[in-house]
Nanobody, 126 residues
């Protein structure tokens, strides 16, 4: 399974962006039964969990730093996962990646993700 994040860019503080994660795989493999997480890595910092969603979208989890500002969602039929980011802050600047979990649920533990996608850069100017 291959994952590709897109939608990053340069935005002013207080602005919004919507990231998309597209999944594709050989022999029709999908991530429709996997939890998915959005992770980010800022310059000079470790990768961190941002948001996660269960296989059916019924359960979502957010890090404290983005709770109330970011919203994760998915369209299983299209094999897509989204991250709507609002009220962006300069400290949100990072490379954002999506990853599929080993289980039907997302996790804040990054070792639980076994399919990783290339990231997209989000830069928030002050």
């Amino acid at each position: 399974v291959q994952l590709q994040a897109s939608g990053g860019g340069l935005v002013q503080a207080g602005g919004s962006l919507r990231l998309s994660c597209a999944a594709s795989g050989a022999s029709g493999r999908t991530i429709s039964n996997n939890g998915v997480g959005w992770l980010r890595q800022a310059p000079g910092k470790e990768r961190e969990f941002v948001a996660g969603i269960s296989w059916n979208g019924a359960s979502t989890t957010y890090s404290d730093s983005v709770k109330g500002r970011f919203t994760i969602s998915r369209d299983r039929a299209k094999n897509m996962v989204y991250l709507q980011m609002s009220s962006l802050k300069p400290e949100d600047t990072a490379v954002y990646s999506c990853a599929a979990s080993r289980s039907p649920y997302s996790s804040t533990n990054l070792s639980q993700y076994n399919y990783w996608g290339q990231g997209t850069l989000v830069t928030v100017s002050s």
